[in-house]
């Protein structure tokens, strides 16, 4: 069975900086696309960021373009999200997961294995 595990996830101070992370357990990590989303309270869980299988192709969401970067370290079967200028509306559970094909996609139904979620915390 195939499981991601995030991590990374802390309090940060508005303006500071974050790095998550997400390791994926099968050997074929390398043919998916991958992507992360975010649920703050009371909200839905929306896309943030996703990456190509290969690490040619990536996706932002408006609201952390230039801000945040995904990339992927097929060695490690690891994917990252650096999260750069921190604002408190940042504040939620990350949650990473498995595209089913190999690019990135905007859509929760586009990925069929998540992570636990790891939480981020932003103060101003």
């Known amino acids: 069975q195939v499981q991601l595990v995030e991590s990374g996830g802390g309090s940060a101070q508005a303006g500071g900086s974050l790095r998550l992370s997400c390791t994926r357990s099968a050997r074929t990590f390398s043919y998916y696309g991958m992507g992360w989303f975010r649920q703050a309270p009371g909200k839905e869980r929306e896309f943030v960021a996703a990456?190509?299988?290969?690490?040619?192709?990536?996706d932002y969401a408006d609201s952390v373009k230039g801000r945040f970067t995904i990339s992927r370290d097929y060695a490690k079967n690891t994917a990252y999200l650096r999260l750069d200028g921190l604002k408190p509306e940042d504040t939620a559970v990350y949650y990473c997961?498995?595209?089913?094909?190999?690019?990135?996609?905007?859509?929760?139904?586009?990925?069929?294995?998540w992570g636990q979620g790891t939480q981020v915390t932003v103060s101003s």
């Open positions: 997961g498995t595209s089913k094909g190999l690019y990135a996609r905007r859509g929760i139904q586009d990925y069929d294995t």
């Open positions: 990456i190509s299988w290969n690490g040619d192709s990536t």
